[in-house]
């Protein structure tokens, strides 16, 4: 038998406590009958917890990204419906930056290799964009807009990209030149 799921990719989203008890409540009870309880998803019919479900906007719409607190399984909830989408199993355990004060505090290590420092920083979202190479719904990232003040004063707006694992994935040749033409004098 096939399912064919419709989608909605618009209206309001959900908050994250009425996704945690669609999947507690509705899904992990159907998953418990159809997925069996061997390999990597015998964890399903286990007794477990599951992180805050983070919101990640892709162009089209947006979804929840769940992970489990084993850290090797994660699932994607439609953030509209609350519907399930997607399970994946990960070799070794992932871990996800979910709070945008964590992104502030790697972007704030890296500009101080350029002697420079954040003046001002919208809201960092989490983005996942099809388009971009080796991406997958599980790898989202953040992004961000910064104000940057480099060590000669100048300030400037720098678009900032982190990868849902806390890496720094844009680039700051912006400041980097910066920094070499004040070396260079």
Excluded: C
């Excluded at 100048?154 to 004040?182: F, M």
Aim: aromatic share 12%; no cysteine.
């Amino acid at each position: 038998m096939v399912r064919v799921f419709k989608r909605i990719l618009r209206g309001p989203i959900l908050p994250p406590e009425r996704i945690e008890r669609y999947f507690y409540y509705r899904w992990l009870g159907e998953a418990r009958k159809e997925i069996p309880a061997q390999g990597p998803f015998r964890i399903i019919h286990e007794d477990f917890g599951i992180e805050r479900p983070i919101l990640v906007k892709a162009p089209d719409y947006s979804y929840y990204l769940m992970l489990f607190k084993d850290h090797r399984l994660a699932a994607i909830f439609n953030a509209y419906d609350g519907s399930f989408e997607e399970l994946r199993y990960f070799e070794r355990p992932q871990r996800y930056v979910t709070e945008s004060k964590v992104v502030r505090s790697i972007l704030s290590k890296a500009l101080r290799q350029y002697k420079a420092e954040v003046v001002e920083m919208s809201t960092p979202e989490i983005r996942y964009d099809q388009e971009l190479p080796g991406a997958d719904r599980f790898s989202p990232r953040w992004e961000v807009r910064a104000v940057v003040r480099d060590a000669r004063g100048t300030v400037r707006r720098v678009p900032v990209s982190v990868s849902a694992a806390g890496r720094l994935i844009s680039s700051l040749d912006e400041l980097e030149e910066t920094d070499r033409q004040k070396t260079k004098r």
